[in-house]
């Protein structure tokens, strides 16, 4: 993914924390299955997005300590690993209405 595009989906999951398993982006999806574990690039989106989720989710800015944003970005990488494959195998969504950032349930 070119810096461009690196840089409008940073922005994009700070602006959409709130979006749904479903509404997740393809090249996202993509760009997470592409390799054996998150890219730089992966952790900043995830990490951009989960620390959104959790100002929604507490209606105020908080600041988690590392290794909780570390295992979210783990476990969020992961979902869009899984989010890839079922969109491949054309298999419906387990959890579309889910919120794409949120670490939930995951653990």
């Known amino acids: 993914m070119d810096p461009a595009m690196e840089e409008h989906f940073l922005k994009f999951a ?11 982006p ?4 993509e760009a997470s299955a592409a390799d054996a574990e998150p890219t730089k690039f992966l952790e900043d989106y995830f990490s951009a997005g989960y620390h959104g989720w959790l100002a929604l989710k507490f ?5 988690p300590p590392q290794d909780r944003v570390d295992r979210a970005i783990i476990v969020l990488w992961l979902r869009a690993c899984l989010l890839n494959t079922g969109r491949i195998l054309g298999r419906q969504e387990s959890e579309p209405d889910q919120p794409f950032f949120s670490d939930d349930g995951l653990y």
Not at 14 to 24: H, T, V, W
Not at 26 to 29: D, G, M, Y
Not at 59 to 63: C, D, E, F, L, V
Request: one cysteine or more; charged letters at 20%; a negative charge.
């Open 14 to 24: 700070a602006e959409n924390p709130g979006m749904m398993c479903s509404e997740a």
């Open 26 to 29: 393809v090249e996202i999806l």
């Open 59 to 63: 209606g105020r800015s908080i600041h």
